[in-house]
Nanobody, 119 residues
Framework: QVQLVESGGGSVQPGGSLRLSCVAS????????MSWVRQAPGKGLEWVST???????YYIGSVKGRFTISRDNAKNTVYLQMNSLKSEDTAVYYC?????????????WGQGTQVTVSS
């Protein structure tokens, strides 16, 4: 079955850095679009970044220039390097895969990893 396992969250001071990892299994990782989505306390889900199978990357405006998404298809892993963290980046970060099967797209989610930015 599909599994997405995130790691790398934690507590940092403003201006600090973290790197999130998401290890995937149960589907053909190299052909899947991978994304990071976050949920801040008391708020809804917010898309953060996507990397497609060709390596093209996309970011929400608030993280452009600070966050970098990347993937290692040999390790079935997607990363989110987060630099210059701000208090407003505090959230649970989820890894999401978009897998095309025939005419359908299936979305799978990890369990999430907490990122807390506070002085």
């Amino acid at each position: 079955q599909v599994q997405l396992v995130e790691s790398g969250g934690g507590s940092v001071q403003p201006g600090g850095s973290l790197r999130l990892s998401c290890v995937a299994s149960g589907f053909t990782f190299s052909t899947a679009q991978m994304s990071w989505v976050r949920q801040a306390p008391g708020k809804g889900l917010e898309w953060v970044s996507t990397i497609d199978s060709g390596g093209s990357t996309y970011y929400i405006g608030s993280v452009k220039g600070r966050f970098t998404i990347s993937r290692d298809n040999a390790k079935n892993t997607v990363y989110l390097q987060m630099n210059s963290l701000k208090s407003e980046d505090t959230a649970v970060y989820y890894c999401r895969s978009s897998v095309v099967q025939g005419t359908h797209v299936y979305y799978y989610w990890g369990q999430g990893t907490q990122v807390t930015v506070s002085s």
